[in-house]
T-cell receptor, first 115, second 114 residues
């Protein structure tokens, strides 16, 4: 079974600075997808960014980018120019490309933005 | 599109009562997922459907939980009888295709069983 580990329960960053959230995963599969979801206080789960395992190029979405290291099974999220609206829980998630469509989530990292 | 719709948003009930949570997926999405979020266990999949057919229900805790999808636009998750340990936020999500396509989440139902 796949597992996803987020070792940082809480992180904080000054507004306008850059922060990196860590995620590692364990799988024996070669083809899969990785996601970062954001959960603000409203509870809504919002997709931040997605990475296909077969792509070497790291995904980017505006101020959000990932560092995907397949051999190390590492998938970190970098948030540049942090804004107050980025304050939320961030969840890393894994999805297999071999039939089971479920998302396996990490335990989350609570990100605080310091004005 | 209105996104994934869940009702009710909040539910408070007493132990032993039946609870029914409802979900309307995004139109055209063939996959529907039910997740549960608790402090102890985090976010975990309970069950998912493809074209209204249950595919993986291995996450359903026990026989007290049941889920149905009678048509492409409606699903229910029922707990009977409810217990205090069922208190959690229940999310419904849908996606249009397998693999890397985005799962869009509803706002969740916060359930409290007294």
């Amino acid at each position: 079974a796949q597992t996803v580990t987020q070792s940082q329960p809480e992180m904080s960053v000054q507004e306008a600075e850059t922060v990196t959230l860590s995620c590692t995963y364990d799988t024996s599969e070669s083809d899969y997808y990785l996601f970062w979801y954001k959960q603000p206080p409203s509870r809504q789960m919002i997709l931040v960014i997605r990475q296909e395992a077969y792509k070497q190029q790291n995904a980017t979405e505006n101020r959000f980018s990932v560092n995907f290291q397949k051999a190390a099974k590492s998938f970190s999220l970098k948030i540049s120019d942090s804004q107050l609206g980025d304050a939320a829980m961030y969840f890393c998630a894994y999805r297999s490309n071999f039939g089971n469509e479920k998302l396996t989530f990490g335990t989350g990292t609570r990100l605080t933005i310091i004005p | 599109d209105a996104g994934v719709i869940q009702s009710p948003r909040h539910e408070v009930t007493e132990m032993g009562q039946e609870v029914t949570l409802r979900c309307k997926p995004i139109s055209g999405h063939d996959y529907l997922f039910w997740y549960r979020q608790t402090m102890m266990r985090g976010l975990e999949l309970l069950i998912y459907f493809n074209n209204n057919v249950p595919i993986d229900d291995s996450g359903m805790p026990e026989d007290r939980f049941s889920a149905k999808m009678p048509n492409a636009s409606f699903s229910t998750l029922k707990i009977q009888p409810s217990e205090p340990r069922d208190s959690a936020v229940y999310f419904c999500a849908s996606s249009s295709a397998p693999g890397g396509t985005t799962q869009y989440f509803g706002p969740g139902t916060r359930l409290l069983v007294l």
